[in-house]
């Protein structure tokens, strides 16, 4: 592995069988591993994750196999589960909904998208690129919610 890979743009870049260059490796395993030991230390057995499966890019860690098997884990490898004190469940309320249904749910909720970002090779100055897959299906679900996309994104650089 290299550190100086090209993030893919203007294409998705998914090919069957084949892990995206921008994968991280265990990355979900290791967020819900935090996630599941303070709420361990909190006595919470209710864990909340982000994953979505339905623009799925080819992360393993974002499909419902992965967060069962989790889900399955937490409740044997903590005291708290193996005490009786409770199960541990991992709730992923996104994750067979669309970008579009996120951003109209975000919207009712009051997020405010001009804080969050979703570029994987943001410029010089933190916006992003508008050209990475995580750009482009951030604007599609934008384009699906008929929404404009509040955040502003790099100029496009000519080829």
Same mark, same amino acid.
């Given at each position: 592995?290299?550190?100086?890979?090209?993030?893919?743009?203007?294409?998705?870049?998914?090919?069957?069988?084949?892990?995206? %260059?921008?994968?991280?490796?265990?990355?979900?395993?290791?967020?819900?591993?935090?996630?599941?030991?303070?709420?361990?230390?909190?006595?919470?057995?209710? %864990?909340?994750? *982000?994953?979505?499966?339905?623009?799925?890019?080819?992360?393993?860690?974002?499909?419902? +196999?992965?967060?069962?098997?989790? +889900?399955? &884990?937490?409740?044997? *490898?903590?005291?708290?589960?193996?005490?009786?004190?409770?199960?541990?469940?991992?709730?992923?309320?996104?994750?067979?909904?669309?970008? *579009?249904?996120?951003? %109209? &749910?975000?919207?009712?909720?009051?997020?405010?998208?001009?804080?969050?970002?979703?570029?994987?090779?943001?410029?010089?100055?933190?916006?992003?690129?508008?050209?990475?897959?995580?750009?482009?299906?951030? &604007?599609?679900?934008?384009? +699906?919610?008929? &929404?404009?996309?509040?955040? +502003?994104?790099?100029?496009?650089?000519?080829?």
């Amino acid at each position: 592995m290299t550190a100086n890979l090209e993030v893919p743009k203007n294409q998705f870049s998914r090919r069957a069988g084949a892990l995206p %260059i921008t994968y991280v490796p265990a990355r979900n395993t290791i967020l819900l591993s935090l996630a599941l030991g303070w709420a361990e230390v909190l006595g919470a057995f209710d %864990i909340f994750f *982000g994953a979505n499966a339905v623009d799925y890019s080819g992360y393993p860690d974002c499909r419902a +196999e992965f967060i069962a098997a989790f +889900e399955g &884990l937490a409740n044997l *490898g903590t005291a708290a589960a193996a005490q009786g004190m409770g199960r541990f469940r991992v709730h992923a309320p996104l994750l067979t909904m669309t970008k *579009g249904q996120i951003i %109209i &749910l975000g919207m009712k909720l009051g997020l405010d998208y001009s804080l969050t970002h979703s570029c994987y090779d943001p410029d010089r100055l933190g916006r992003a690129c508008g050209r990475c897959d995580a750009c482009l299906i951030r &604007l599609k679900g934008f384009e +699906e919610a008929h &929404l404009a996309d509040p955040i +502003e994104y790099a100029p496009k650089r000519s080829l």
